[in-house]
């Protein structure tokens, strides 16, 4: 009971303390999650507190092209999701993967200090973030800058350029890489009426390539 209660009471803490920061930025919370189409980018991000005490806050900031869900929607057969809130791209079940631009974790002594680390690392973080998205001058920057990162996560570099090729209409060779990925055994963590989504995406690309 004491551990719930302490993880309520920080995460009042950590909405206040960044309240004018959120309303600065424009930022929206669904969830836990802020969030703002920020250009032509998605960013979404997380402060929360982990660690065996308590103790440590942890921040998480993800960013993706926002095209890159109504074509991941469009193209899984779930159309629909394009006019729902904004929040389902941050929070959804079906969604794209943000890549993980930004991770830190702080280790605070009291809720006062909570207050103070929370509201410097939203800054900190939310800054990166907007810094990076006005660096990439198209997505092609986009894609080469999250091919070099090593670190693990649910960000699908493959998917991701698949999803732009097929937005920008090139559909043989979004196929092409759905189909070399399936070959190795890839295809893709997500799964609607028994087909992966990389076979979506060549029986998609099949049927825009007859149309024209």
Not at 89 to 98: C, L, Q, S, Y
Not at 181 to 194: A, L, S, V
């Amino acid at each position: 009971m004491a551990l719930k209660a302490k993880r309520k009471e920080v995460d009042k803490i950590i909405i206040a303390s960044t309240k004018e920061d959120v309303k600065l930025y424009k930022l929206k919370l669904k969830g836990g999650i802020l969030y703002k189409k920020l250009g032509d980018y998605f960013i979404y991000l997380r402060l929360n507190v982990t660690g065996m005490n308590n103790d440590i806050l942890r921040v998480r900031g993800n960013i993706k092209p926002f095209v890159s869900d109504d074509i991941f929607w469009e193209v899984f057969n779930m159309q629909s999701n394009i006019d729902e809130p904004m929040s389902l791209r941050a929070n959804g079940a079906f969604k794209v993967d943000g890549f993980e631009a930004f991770y830190e974790d702080s280790e605070f002594k009291s809720l006062e200090s909570l207050q103070t680390l929370s509201k410097e690392l939203l800054n900190k973080s939310y800054k990166y973030l907007e810094q990076l998205v006005f660096s990439f001058n198209n997505y092609n920057d986009f894609l080469d800058f999250t091919k070099t990162q090593t670190k693990e996560q649910l960000y699908d570099y493959d998917l991701v350029n698949m999803l732009l090729l097929i937005y920008k209409k090139e559909y043989t060779d979004a196929k092409e890489n759905a189909v070399k990925c399936m070959e190795n055994n890839k295809y893709g963590r997500f799964n609607n009426e028994g087909k992966y989504i990389y076979e979506y995406i060549v029986d998609y690309c099949n049927k825009c390539i007859e149309r024209n």
